[in-house]
């Protein structure tokens, strides 16, 4: 624990977590509340996988699309 206590108050940690939110979480959101998934269909990692994959070609897809 102090191990990653260090890691996370480091100058390189607080830079990685202020990066984070600009990063991932707008990619989260937009799928979730923009293209409306909410679950996954399928079971199993292999199915889940796939879908997941399928999803984040919609995304780059989408983005691309407006450019």
């Given at each position: 624990k102090e191990k990653a206590r260090n890691l996370l108050l480091s100058e390189a940690g607080i830079a990685h977590r202020k990066r984070r939110c600009w990063d991932v979480e707008a990619v989260f959101?937009?799928?979730k509340q923009n293209?409306?998934?909410?679950?996954?269909m399928l079971r199993g990692m292999e199915k889940v996988t796939t879908e997941i994959g399928l999803i984040?070609?919609?995304?780059?897809?989408?983005?691309f699309s407006i450019a």
């Open positions: 959101g937009n799928i293209m409306g998934f909410k679950r996954f984040a070609m919609a995304h780059n897809l989408r983005k």
